[in-house]
């Protein structure tokens, strides 16, 4: 396998992990469509025995996605979630986590629905000031989990300073690196132990696969991993690897669309008299603008917004009216996207928690799709009116 480890980003996303096929000289890996795999004598085999172990057609994938991360390892998971679920079971009754205040709400349902019932504990906590951290590590901490940009107040979180504050305690650092990508940042050179993805979101970029990934440069972490992954089974099939490899081979050109319509977009909101506060880590006024600008390549096509009437209804009614942007849940994909973040990927957290995180009943969250500028500006202004 050629290594394109120093090679550009389009270049890595394109070619990494990847090479002909040795019997057919096909030059997109071949969708290895089987379960089991002949051995020549018993244990002899070629490195594949069974496809929950292993999967060709995945391991490039793993091997791609660790290239863009800068990662020594990649792992691949059946969702986003199933991701989730294996680095949480490194842990056991009486651990603790620290995580974001602002986070997923499948996350969160996890978390406190799933995994505190057995034991593992969880603080919510508002690290937009990283020194804040500090005042909740325990003896007990043994992982901080960090989204940033978070959704969907789309706050930064300084991967860093977050590092910088638990080093030398033994606590692993997980950065759920969805909403950037890899094109726009990578926490495991800022120190992150593990990066997390909804592969679902931006790598696959097409709304058509659902899948996880996970980066790790530590071999032993890499193996415990790969352990739990392969005694547990959330593993994604053939097929969806080859929707995400072929996904990611033009992620950095859809990105900088992505970055270029978010910009434009959240121009036009932050300039309409009908609009309230928007959230987007472009503008200068953004509370944590010098840490994006710091740690992300660009800003991103993740905002949300209020509406100056601020009630339910008036949002739903907004949400309704859109005709390029689609009312869905999900993020990352070539269309643009429009979701009521209360009622829709947030409604299993409680009220008073996601107001304290500031996902107000009126909040909406837009996934900038990379269609015209132009016309997404006219879709948001007709449906203003
Ligand atoms: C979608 C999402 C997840 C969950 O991923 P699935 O692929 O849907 O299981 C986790 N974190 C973030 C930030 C997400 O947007």
């Known amino acids: 396998m050629y290594d394109f480890s120093n090679f550009g980003f389009g270049t890595r996303a394109i070619h990494a992990g990847q090479e002909p ?23 002899k085999h070629k490195g594949y025995a069974y496809a929950r172990g292993k999967n060709p057609t995945r391991s490039a994938l793993e091997q791609n996605i660790a290239s863009l991360e800068k990662a020594k390892y990649g792992l691949c998971f059946s ?20 995580a974001t ?6 996350s969160y349902r ?41 959704n969907p107040t789309l706050q930064i979180i300084d991967i860093a300073a977050i590092v910088e504050n638990v080093k030398g305690k033994n606590i692993l650092v997980c950065v759920d690196n969805t909403f950037a990508s890899p094109y726009l940042q990578n926490p495991l050179l800022m120190g992150a132990d593990v990066v997390m993805h909804s592969a679902t979101k931006y790598l696959g970029g097409h709304s058509d696969v659902v899948m996880g990934a996970l980066c790790i440069n530590d071999t032993a972490l890499f193996e415990k991993l790969a352990f739990i992954q392969n005694s547990c089974g959330p593993t994604p099939g053939p097929m969806d690897s080859f929707l995400v490899m072929r996904g990611i081979k033009t992620l950095h050109v859809r990105m900088d669309r992505h970055c270029y319509n978010g910009k434009e977009v959240a121009q036009f909101l932050k300039s ?25 390549k660009d800003f991103g096509g993740m905002l949300s917004f209020s509406l100056k009437d601020d009630n339910i209804e008036t949002a739903f009614e907004f949400a309704k009216s859109t005709k390029v942007f689609s009312l869905a849940e999900s993020l990352g994909g070539v269309e643009s996207l429009i979701s009521h973040p209360a009622s829709m990927t947030h ?39």
């Open 79 to 98: 969702s986003g979630m199933g991701a989730i679920d294996t680095v949480i079971k490194l842990l056991k009754p009486g651990d603790e986590v620290i």
């Open 347 to 385: 409604a299993s957290i409680p009220k008073e928690e996601r107001e304290k995180s500031g996902v107000s009943d009126s909040l909406l969250r837009i996934s900038v799709g990379i269609e015209d500028a132009n016309d997404l500006i006219e879709d948001l202004k007709q449906a203003l009116n």
């Open 110 to 150: 996890m978390f406190t629905k799933v995994f505190e019932p057995l034991g593992i504990k969880f603080k919510f906590v508002d690290l937009y000031d990283a020194s804040n951290l500090l005042k909740h590590v325990s003896d007990s901490t043994k992982l901080i989990w960090i989204e940033t940009p978070t």
């Open 21 to 43: 096929d040795e019997t057919t000289g096909a030059i997109m890996t071949p969708i290895f469509q089987t379960s089991t795999y002949v051995q020549e004598s018993p244990g």
């Open 272 to 296: 309409h008299p009908k609009v309230g506060k928007v959230n987007w880590p472009g503008f200068a006024d953004h509370p944590n603008h010098d840490i994006a600008k710091k740690q992300m």
């Open 101 to 106: 205040q602002d986070l997923y709400g499948g």
